[in-house]
């Protein structure tokens, strides 16, 4: 199967980490990706990682893969207001055509 | 901005109408994707263009097709509309390099009613 699986809201104070979590079942997948949507934008690419990778670090951004269990996680570091958006977690299908999951709202609070 | 357009930004239209949806990649990328974005059914893929040949097909109606023109803009045509097909739709573009990353439009917001 192409699911993919997110917790549909997760609720931060600014400042904490926030950590989004997804599943996936299709392990065919070379990269896994993570998209951010702001309020009336169109998806924006955040960062992605390799399927041999288990770590890809970029900035506040942390990206953990479990090619074992097919789980996929994006830590954001010092939560900001601007980081309030709906994250999705993406993998590859046949012809790089991508399969997303539901979406997390994140939501950062003072 | 992503380099990816579309247009219209909105429409609003009834049922049985039909509506065409247009999306200009970004400059030099060959490969189209159309996605929708609906509450009940999420994201999801609709059809692939590359080069002005379909690719692949995914949870596409019937009443739904696309092309892909010399110049690579795509169109997306909507016909026998339904109160169910209101949703966002995406298009992004790629040069299908190393990871294909996927650029993305801002959507069209179709409301059918």
Redo the contacts between chains.
Sequence with gaps: GEDVEQSLFLSVREGDSSVINCTYTDSSST?LYW?KQEP??????LT?I?SNMDMKQDQRLTVLLNKKDKHLSLRIADTQTGDSAIY?CAH????????????TRLAVHP | DSGVTQTPKHLITATGQRVTLRCSPRSGDLSVYWYQQSLDQGLQFLIQYYNGEERAKGNILERFSAQQFPDLHSELNLSSLELGDSALYFCASSDEGIYNEQFFGPGTRLTVL
């Design positions: 990269y998209y009336g934008a169109g998806l924006q690419l992605y390799f999705f590859g299908g046949g012809y790089n055509k991508l399969i997303f999951g539901a979406g």
